[in-house]
Nanobody, 126 residues
């Protein structure tokens, strides 16, 4: 059974940092794009960041660019999201996802992602 399990969420004050992790099991995603997405209450899910299978290409939403960094460790089948200088508007449930197909340039489009985790809550207080 393929699973993506996020961890590292929590409550943090504005200006603080969190590091999210997403561990995959059941199969390897070393040949797939991996992405982070988020959904705030009453809002649609939005893209946050994505990384290519090799880690050489990354994509960021404008709202978080310069504050968040996505990375991956294929040996551990894990993708990370380092979040710095957090703002209250970053409050959301954060999901990781793996692209449907190997070697497919998924970028930030949710249409290309078929495997999703259950999400981890990030709350930023002002």
């Amino acid at each position: 059974q393929v699973q993506l399990v996020e961890s590292g969420g929590g409550l943090v004050q504005a200006g603080g940092s969190l590091r999210l992790s997403c561990a995959a099991s059941g199969r390897t995603f070393s040949d797939n794009y991996m992405g982070w997405f988020r959904q705030a209450p009453g809002k649609e899910r939005e893209s946050v960041a994505a990384i290519s299978w090799s880690g050489t290409s990354t994509h960021y939403a404008l709202s978080i660019k310069g504050r968040f960094t996505i990375s991956r460790d294929n040996a551990k089948n894990t993708v990370y999201l380092q979040m710095n200088n957090l703002k209250p508007e970053d409050t959301a449930v954060y999901y990781c996802a793996a692209s449907s197909n190997a070697y497919e340039i998924a970028g930030l489009s949710t249409n290309f992602y078929a495997y999703w985790g259950q999400g981890t809550q990030v709350t930023v207080s002002s």
